[in-house]
């Protein structure tokens, strides 16, 4: 094996022409992975999408929304210890 040879995930993960691939499949992850990082908000909340640095949540109700629209720092800070080197700045609430 020639001394120069570095893994798949070595070039992707550390390459910059990667950097936009990695970047939305962290996003993907987020929204996949919600309701493991929020598993009691499963019957209330359902990530749609992740735009912008912004990830849309579809809740359930009104009252639900203005409830985690309160905690929406500390559900960003939760998101982002689960999904390392995610920028994250807001979420927003659909009905």
Known sequence: ????????????????EFSKIVTKAKEEDVVK?????FPEL????????????????????????SELNL???AMISKIKKNVKDIVIEKIKFIA
């Open 42 to 65: 499963k019957k209330i909340a359902q990530a749609v999408k992740f735009n912008k640095n912004i990830l849309f949540l579809k809740v359930e109700n009104s009252v639900w929304r």
């Open 71 to 73: 905690k929406q720092t």
């Open 1 to 16: 094996m020639p001394k120069n040879f570095r893994s798949i995930s070595d070039v992707i993960f550390k390459e910059k």
């Open 33 to 37: 992975n919600f309701s493991v990082i």
